[in-house]
């Protein structure tokens, strides 16, 4: 897109019209923000931002962001880890914020979001069906369907008439994986715009195509990690790049190359290939898959240094079988006119068929820098694993060293330094790029809005399940609070087996998460302040509850990552002795921090955080874990914080709605 050329517009005055069109004023950290993200991307140094809850950094860096685009005529890239920040950004923020800047700009600035292809309905599948994967496969594409998976086939189908976009989040509530992947793609499967005869109306190029039009193209982790470790383009070409939630980078990033490869997937690859490859070669690959299966089955779970014997095997033929399968396959369509263009079915299977053949190569080549691995489980067959040792080197290569990046988010600074994050992204060492770190703090008043409790005087969490001293301390402090609680639990059995104890001891209303949807729970705990919502890893960070229905926070132990974990022991050996704080502090570091966000989402919230783990006031890792909080005021007395509940309580429930005095001053007068 051709963009008209911008006005010299100063940051300050953007900013302002910025904050205005929303009712408010520029936060000293939100200027300060917007500062350092424009001297970022002038100097093309590198920024890691810790901005806490309320500062406002969506705006603090997106007008810088467009300022950008509009003078250097590059869209910026803004990577999120969550679809509630996409949507945020996409349908709050940028419209507020193109508004308002239009008139300065001389022109509305666009924006756009992208996402994998496989997030789109495929317009192909749709009109002519998913290629045959079994005999059961018929049942997803009755008129009449009886099953809910046949159910949910049919609603896409029905919203595909109607959207848009095509893009699956628009579909509430979200259709099963099983039915979306029947009418959807992922990237080696499509058979190509150029050779799709429903390339013109196709919703992933159509989306594509806006975003090479937008001045900011907002993705997520996934996609920004793939685009710059495939080397193919799937955004548009730039030079600035924005991280929000980029505590969560590494591990998306991580995630997005990691390798499964089961037995079930080279079971399906074979019925799919098979009326395109001597029958000898589909006969092959489906002792292939037999094979893995047994030496999965075999197998003990966890690392695996080194592929031997019956696993060796499996794996060889899965590669071997596979390469003699796109040879087969690698001339024009068998039987197809050249002016009907490509048999797409065909496509799809040469592509699952390349994929099985790549991930078992790269298992049977795995060096000193992978990390490979099995799991088994109840709820699925076995799995075989592969994913770097590391990510930091690939992130320098590909990410820093070409474009310059923003990484922002509440959780950066652990510590007191900025140090570990960066060396998990590859910005410490040699030759490591340029960058500095700021905090620009928070507009709350930690000190005088929440007390941090400690529970010093419980015996230290084991391995099964709550203790009663536990459940009487919760009890207690939830009778104090009223409810108004929100309990993050390391684990889902934790959660289920307090929630259970609790029900018979409370007579407030105790939710877990599992006993509906997450959101409906949400709903439900915001609407009764009486109530409490137990649950685990997504409430540690996608929660946002102001106001008096959530008072106290409750963290049942440090969440350390599981000890038993191949990925994390792998990166924790690597590091020598400093393995534990570098990899397992710093990833518990990160997520109490994100958990005890979830207390304070407003500038007149109050409330406790309770961790009922002494470890965080007896062990020698416990200083870095506390620096790593926000400035909460700090207390172990448990009788302290049960007055200052019982007050909290008390002025919620005031009807003349008067302020509460704040919580340190009630801790101190107590």
Same mark, same amino acid.
């Given at each position: 897109?051709?963009? /008209?050329?911008?006005?010299?517009?100063?940051?300050?005055?953007?900013?302002?019209?910025?904050?205005?069109?929303?009712?408010?004023? /520029?936060?000293?950290?939100?200027?300060?923000?917007?500062?350092?993200?424009?001297?970022?991307?002038?100097? *093309?140094?590198?920024?890691?931002?810790?901005?806490? =809850?309320?500062?406002?950094?969506?705006?603090?860096?997106?007008?810088?962001?467009?300022?950008?685009?509009?003078?250097?005529?590059?869209?910026?890239?803004?990577?999120?880890?969550?679809?509630?920040?996409?949507?945020?950004?996409?349908?709050?923020?940028? %419209?507020?914020?193109?508004?308002?800047?239009?008139?300065?700009?001389?022109?509305?600035?666009?924006?756009?979001?992208?996402?994998?292809?496989?997030?789109?309905?495929?317009?192909?599948?749709?009109?002519?069906?998913?290629?045959?994967?079994?005999?059961?496969?018929?049942?997803?594409?009755?008129?009449?369907?009886?099953?809910?998976?046949?159910?949910?086939?049919?609603?896409?189908?029905?919203?595909?008439?109607?959207?848009?976009?095509?893009?699956r989040d628009e579909i509430v509530p979200?259709?099963?994986?099983?039915?979306?992947?029947?009418? +959807?793609?992922?990237?080696?499967?499509?058979?190509?715009?150029?050779?799709?005869?429903?390339?013109?109306?196709?919703?992933?190029?159509?989306?594509? @195509?806006?975003?090479?039009?937008?001045?900011?193209?907002? =993705?997520?982790?996934?996609?920004?990690?793939?685009?710059?470790?495939?080397?193919?383009?799937?955004?548009?070409?730039?030079?600035?790049?924005?991280?929000?939630?980029?505590?969560?980078?590494?591990?998306?990033?991580?995630?997005?190359?990691?390798?499964?490869?089961?037995?079930?997937?080279? @079971?399906?690859?074979?019925?799919?290939?098979?009326?395109?490859?001597?029958?000898?070669?589909? @006969?092959?690959?489906?002792?292939?898959?037999?094979?893995?299966?047994?030496?999965?089955?075999?197998?003990?779970?966890?690392?695996?240094?080194?592929?031997?014997?019956?696993?060796?095997?499996?794996?060889?033929?899965?590669?071997?079988?596979?390469?003699?399968?796109?040879?087969?396959?690698?001339?024009?369509?068998?039987?197809?006119? /050249?002016?009907?263009?490509?048999?797409?079915?065909?496509?799809?299977?040469?592509?699952?068929?390349?994929?099985?053949?790549?991930?078992?190569?790269?298992?049977?080549?795995?060096? &000193?820098?992978?990390?490979?691995?099995?799991?088994?489980?109840?709820?699925?067959?076995?799995?075989?694993?592969?994913?770097?040792?590391?990510?930091?080197?690939?992130?320098?290569?590909?990410?820093?060293?070409?474009?310059?990046?923003?990484?922002?988010?509440? =959780?950066?600074?652990?510590? *007191?330094?900025?140090?570990?994050?960066?060396?998990?992204?590859?910005?410490?060492?040699?030759? !490591?790029?340029?960058?500095?770190?700021?905090d620009v703090g928070s507009p709350f008043?930690?000190?005088?809005?929440?007390?941090?409790?400690v529970a010093r005087s419980l015996p230290?969490?084991?391995?099964?399940?709550? +203790?009663?001293?536990?459940?009487?301390?919760?009890?207690?402090?939830?009778? !104090?609070?009223?409810?108004? =609680?929100?309990?993050?639990?390391?684990?889902?059995?934790?959660?289920?087996?307090?929630?259970?104890?609790?029900?018979?001891?409370?007579?407030?209303?105790?939710?877990?998460?599992?006993?509906?949807?997450?959101?409906?729970?949400?709903?439900?705990?915001?609407?009764?302040?009486?109530?409490?919502?137990?649950?685990?890893? &997504?409430?540690?960070?996608?929660?946002?509850?102001?106001?008096?229905?959530?008072?106290?926070?409750?963290?049942?132990?440090?969440?350390?990552?599981? %000890?038993?974990? %191949?990925?994390?022991? !792998?990166?924790?050996?690597?590091?020598?002795?400093?393995?534990?704080?570098?990899?397992?502090?710093?990833?518990?570091?990160?997520?109490?921090?994100?958990?005890?966000?979830?207390?304070?989402?407003?500038?007149?919230?109050?409330?406790?955080?309770?961790?009922?783990?002494?470890?965080?006031?007896?062990?020698?890792?416990?200083?870095?874990?506390?620096?790593?909080?926000?400035?909460?005021?700090?207390?172990?007395? /448990?009788?302290?914080?049960?007055?200052?509940?019982?007050?909290?309580?008390?002025?919620?429930?005031?009807?003349?709605?008067?302020?509460?005095?704040?919580?340190?001053?009630?801790?101190?007068?107590?």
């Amino acid at each position: 897109m051709k963009r /008209p050329a911008a006005p010299s517009v100063r940051l300050d005055d953007a900013l302002d019209a910025a904050v205005s069109a929303i009712g408010g004023e /520029p936060r000293e950290g939100q200027r300060l923000m917007a500062q350092a993200v424009a001297h970022a991307i002038e100097s *093309g140094e590198h920024l890691l931002v810790q901005a806490g =809850t309320g500062t406002g950094k969506s705006l603090a860096y997106l007008v810088p962001a467009l300022l950008h685009s509009v003078t250097d005529k590059q869209p910026v890239i803004v990577a999120t880890a969550t679809i509630a920040l996409q949507r945020q950004l996409v349908e709050r923020d940028l %419209p507020q914020l193109v508004s308002a800047l239009a008139p300065v700009l001389g022109h509305r600035p666009e924006f756009a979001i992208l996402k994998g292809r496989n997030n789109y309905a495929c317009l192909h599948r749709l009109s002519e069906g998913a290629p045959d994967e079994g005999a059961d496969d018929g049942t997803l594409f009755d008129p009449a369907p009886s099953t809910a998976l046949g159910r949910d086939v049919v609603r896409i189908r029905t919203w595909a008439d109607e959207t848009e976009t095509g893009d699956r989040d628009e579909i509430v509530p979200a259709p099963l994986d099983r039915a979306w992947r029947a009418l +959807s793609v992922t990237a080696h499967e499509c058979v190509g715009p150029s050779r799709c005869s429903y390339a013109a109306e196709c919703f992933s190029e159509r989306a594509r @195509e806006r975003a090479r039009n937008a001045d900011v193209v907002v =993705t997520n982790h996934a996609m920004l990690t793939i685009d710059a470790f495939s080397g193919i383009p799937l955004l548009p070409e730039h030079r600035v790049v924005v991280v929000d939630e980029a505590h969560e980078l590494v591990d998306r990033a991580t995630g997005a190359i990691t390798d499964e490869l089961t037995a079930a997937m080279v @079971e399906r690859a074979a019925r799919r290939i098979k009326r395109y490859v001597a029958a000898e070669t589909a @006969e092959a690959l489906t002792l292939a898959a037999e094979a893995l299966e047994e030496a999965l089955r075999e197998a003990e779970p966890g690392r695996v240094d080194q592929a031997r014997g019956l696993l060796f095997d499996a794996l060889t033929a899965v590669r071997d079988v596979g390469h003699m399968a796109l040879t087969e396959t690698s001339g024009r369509d068998k039987g197809a006119d /050249p002016q009907d263009g490509p048999d797409a079915a065909r496509v799809q299977a040469r592509a699952a068929i390349e994929e099985l053949h790549e991930i078992a190569g790269r298992v049977v080549a795995a060096g &000193s820098d992978d990390v490979v691995w099995i799991t088994h489980s109840e709820r699925r067959p076995p799995a075989l694993w592969r994913a770097p040792l590391s990510v930091s080197g690939l992130l320098r290569e590909k990410l820093f060293d070409t474009a310059a990046v923003v990484l922002t988010s509440a =959780t950066l600074e652990l510590g *007191g330094s900025f140090d570990s994050v960066a060396a998990t992204l590859g910005l410490v060492g040699d030759e !490591a790029p340029s960058w500095q770190g700021i905090d620009v703090g928070s507009p709350f008043d930690y000190g005088r809005q929440a007390i941090l409790y400690v529970a010093r005087s419980l015996p230290a969490p084991g391995r099964d399940g709550p +203790s009663e001293a536990f459940l009487v301390e919760l009890a207690e402090l939830i009778e !104090a609070a009223g409810g108004r =609680t929100l309990g993050l639990f390391s684990s889902q059995r934790a959660a289920e087996q307090a929630a259970a104890q609790l029900r018979e001891r409370l007579t407030v209303p105790v939710l877990c998460q599992g006993d509906d949807s997450t959101a409906e729970l949400v709903r439900q705990f915001s609407a009764d302040p009486a109530t409490c919502l137990f649950g685990t890893l &997504s409430l540690w960070q996608g929660v946002d509850v102001p106001g008096p229905a959530c008072q106290l926070v409750v963290i049942d132990r440090i969440p350390f990552p599981r %000890p038993d974990d %191949p990925l994390v022991k !792998a990166r924790q050996d690597a590091a020598g002795p400093a393995g534990f704080m570098a990899v397992s502090a710093a990833g518990a570091a990160l997520l109490l921090a994100q958990g005890a966000g979830r207390l304070i989402r407003s500038s007149t919230d109050r409330g406790v955080v309770a961790v009922l783990d002494s470890r965080l006031a007896t062990a020698r890792y416990g200083g870095f874990l506390r620096r790593s909080l926000p400035p909460f005021w700090p207390t172990d007395d /448990p009788e302290q914080v049960r007055r200052s509940l019982r007050a909290l309580d008390a002025a919620a429930r005031d009807a003349a709605g008067e302020a509460a005095e704040p919580v340190a001053d009630e801790v101190e007068s107590g």
